[in-house]
């Protein structure tokens, strides 16, 4: 079975509600692709709101990040029931922001994804190396690390419906993407290790995407490359611009 493209925009800590629904109300009619799934990361404030201004469209809803627990005495914290009570359909898991500012690592990483499993969130479970792991040469060993520790006690079931976002950290917000080249050798490292753990047929099915400055310009490439499956647009999914990334298809280049 062939992998169904996605293309999910990051609004990070961007947005009132109202803004929200303007955005959103903007791009619906520009993100309409048939073989494309498109999902909109939204601060959880906006969620509500979106989810209204998505109704009767295929667009799904996602959260930016979800504690591992219940319920209880955590200051600030959102918790898996609370999304799915609304009809939240993803989260993003492990994001390189949450990692440097909110203490995130690849144990509470592990600990969502098993979560988000148990209350059918699927997550997006974001991994990356900085530039100086690149530069150490330790860029696919670090990865395989996170996607291990990532999918620990992960079933086969559930790992196949998981999607991966490869983010190199120097590519995020700095409007230097990856080379296709790159992101392709790392995003069928991440298809090999889940081979590894999983076999051929979770390897097959599971969606990866790139992320890190994806733009009108780079999409087309990025996202025909072997082993990658679409992408996590953070700045360009505030813009119309995102419209043409999940028509990434029909962008004429000198490649194609
Ligand atoms: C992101 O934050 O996930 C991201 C990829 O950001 P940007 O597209 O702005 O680099």
């Known amino acids: 079975m062939a992998r169904r493209k996605m293309v999910a925009g990051n609004w990070k800590m961007n947005m009132t509600p109202e803004n929200a629904v303007s955005l959103i109300k903007t791009l619906i009619p520009l993100v309409q692709?048939?073989?494309?799934?498109?999902?909109?990361?939204?601060?959880?404030?906006?969620?509500?709101?979106?989810?209204?201004?998505?109704?009767?469209?295929?667009?799904?809803?996602g959260s930016q990040n979800m504690y591992f627990e219940e319920k209880g005495a955590f200051t600030g914290e959102i918790a898996p029931d609370m999304l799915t009570s609304?009809?939240?359909?993803?989260?993003?898991?492990?994001?390189?922001?949450?990692?440097?500012f909110f203490a995130e690592n690849d144990e509470t990483v592990n600990k969502k994804v098993l979560k988000a499993f148990e209350h059918n969130i699927t997550p997006i479970i974001c991994c990356g190396e900085t530039l100086k792991q690149r530069k150490q040469g330790i860029t696919l060993d670090l990865i395989?690390?996170?996607?291990?520790?990532?999918?620990?006690?992960v079933s086969p079931e559930?790992?196949?419906?998981?999607?991966?976002?490869?983010?190199?950290?120097?590519?995020?917000?700095?409007?230097?993407?990856?080379?296709?080249?790159?992101?392709?050798?790392?995003?069928?490292?991440?298809?090999?290790?889940?081979?590894?753990?999983?076999?051929?047929l979770v390897a097959k099915e599971i969606r990866i995407l790139y992320g890190g400055s994806v733009n009108a310009s780079n999409a087309h490439d990025l996202l025909n490359q072997p082993d990658i499956d679409g992408g996590l647009v953070g700045g360009a999914s505030l813009k119309v611009d995102f419209g043409k990334i999940v028509n990434y298809d029909k962008i004429q280049t000198e490649s194609n």
């Not at 609304?86 to 440097?100: A, C, P, T």
């Not at 395989?144 to 006690?153: L, T, V």
């Not at 950290?169 to 409007?175: F, N, S």
């Open 33 to 61: 692709n048939e073989d494309v799934d498109v999902a909109f990361c939204v601060p959880d404030l906006d969620i509500i709101p979106c989810l209204e201004a998505v109704k009767g469209t295929n667009i799904g809803i």
């Open 86 to 100: 609304v009809g939240v359909e993803y989260v993003i898991l492990g994001h390189s922001e949450r990692r440097s």
């Open 158 to 200: 559930n790992a196949k419906k998981a999607v991966i976002a490869y983010e190199p950290i120097w590519a995020i917000g700095t409007g230097v993407g990856a080379r296709t080249d790159q992101a392709q050798e790392v995003c069928k490292a991440i298809r090999d290790c889940i081979e590894e753990i999983y076999g051929d």
């Open 144 to 153: 395989r690390m996170q996607i291990k520790i990532a999918f620990y006690n």
